[in-house]
């Protein structure tokens, strides 16, 4: 069957350290894998996609590795601040006639000062 | 540029009641998606709109949800009866596509409470 796992569903940090979430799928073929940042009580908010020939995507402190023999995807948030802390979606664009996506179930990031 | 709006914010119901949410899409936006987010998951898609042309409603339960996107630009999704199952929120989000990717703008969602 087709899953997307994403690591605990929660994960503390100590500020100032690099906070690593992961995304493990089976049974994709995903051409496309994007990451949205959720507050509570909002909506998602995109942050980050990486194409499927593309091994790593940064963007200021946040970088998005993709390996598609292993079926992951990692997010990294270096120099962690509270303010990032929310809950993270990776978010599989599969390319199909319908175009949508497929999100995984998101990890509860809580950065403590 | 104005986000993706939606209402109500907050609807509580009986079961067996039905409700509607409407949703505006970011201007220019063809492609319209209503999701469904249970507490503690990630969004499930529901329906996707490509202008006023439903592209995908595989995962719509439509014996009680229907939806409808007249002109072409907002939208409006029905549940009728709500069931207790159905308490979540329900998330519009729009798209255009120009770099072969999908990226979504989602609106801040509208929770629905079924008692």
């Known amino acids: 069957s087709q899953k997307i796992e994403q690591n605990s569903e929660a994960l503390n940090i100590q500020e100032g350290k690099t906070a690593t979430l992961t995304c493990n799928y089976t049974n994709y073929s995903p051409a496309y894998l994007q990451w949205y940042r959720q507050d509570p009580g909002r909506g998602p908010v995109f942050l980050l996609l990486?194409?499927?020939?593309?091994k790593e995507k940064r963007k200021e402190r946040l970088k998005v590795t993709f390996d598609t023999t292993l079926k992951q995807s990692l997010f990294h948030i270096t120099a962690s601040q509270p303010a990032d802390s929310a809950t993270y979606l990776c978010?599989?664009?599969?390319?199909?006639?319908?175009?949508?996506?497929?999100f995984g179930t998101g990890t509860r990031l809580t950065v403590i000062p | 540029e104005a986000g993706v709006a939606q209402s109500p914010r907050y609807k509580i119901i009986e079961k067996r009641q039905s409700v509607a949410f409407w949703c505006n899409p970011i201007?220019?936006?063809?492609?319209l998606y209503w999701y469904q987010q249970i507490l503690g998951q990630g969004p499930k898609l529901l329906i996707q709109?490509?202008?006023?042309?439903?592209?995908?409603d595989s995962q719509l339960p439509k014996d009680r949800f229907s939806a409808e996107r007249l002109k072409g630009v907002d939208s409006t999704l029905k549940i009728q009866p709500a069931k207790l199952e159905d308490s979540a929120v329900y998330l519009c989000?729009?798209?255009?596509?120009?770099?072969?990717?999908?990226?979504?703008?989602f609106g801040a969602g509208s929770r629905l409470t079924v008692l």
């Open positions: 709109f490509q202008n006023n042309g439903v592209v995908d």
């Open positions: 990486i194409r499927e020939n593309e």
């Open positions: 201007s220019g936006h063809a492609t």
């Open positions: 978010a599989l664009d599969m390319r199909t006639g319908a175009n949508n996506l497929f």
């Open positions: 989000a729009s798209s255009s596509p120009r770099t072969g990717a999908n990226v979504l703008t």
